[in-house]
């Protein structure tokens, strides 16, 4: 496998925290893979993420302050070796749409679990247990899919 991209709804909170985590990890481990996000929703496209996203991103020495969201692809479906989904409902719009290698973000190390929207947590504090989420499962994702560290 040589790439993978993470897709949410809105490209600004969870995916690219999925993306920034797996940048780190490809680096830390000296993993060459094309790493990107997305969003199945077109309302946020050229924004970057969200001040919480990126806060919690810095806190864990992550910097994804320079991406900007953009609205997954067909030609993406076919382009990346894995296609992970961030939760039930993209995963749903991602098969709809032809995605032939996919997987949901929570089946690495949370029984499938969808990443919840940290919108619907109250205040800041929803955006570190996504986090934390994220960081586990990607990393889990790095452990089965690239080898342990």
């Not at 994804?64 to 939760?87: C, H, K, M, W, Y």
């Not at 690495?108 to 969808?114: K, P, Q, R, V």
Request: one cysteine or more.
């Amino acid at each position: 496998m040589t790439s993978v991209i993470f897709v949410c709804l809105g490209n600004i909170c969870r995916s690219p925290l999925a993306e920034g985590v797996a940048r780190r990890l490809a680096d830390e481990r000296g993993v060459r893979l094309r790493i990107d996000s997305a969003g199945t929703g077109d309302w946020h496209v050229g924004e970057p993420p969200c001040e919480h996203s990126v806060r919690v991103a810095r806190a864990h020495g992550i910097d994804i302050s320079g991406l900007r969201a953009r609205r997954v692809t067909p030609q993406d479906l076919e382009r990346f070796d894995l296609v992970i989904a961030l939760d039930a409902k993209n995963y749903n719009d991602l098969k709809r749409m032809g995605a032939r290698t996919l997987e949901k973000l929570g089946a690495y190390g949370h029984g499938g679990e969808d990443v919840p929207d940290p919108y619907f947590f109250p205040g800041y504090e929803g955006f570190e247990k996504v986090f934390a989420m994220v960081e586990a499962c990607v990393t889990e994702l790095f452990d089965t899919d690239f080898g342990p560290a």
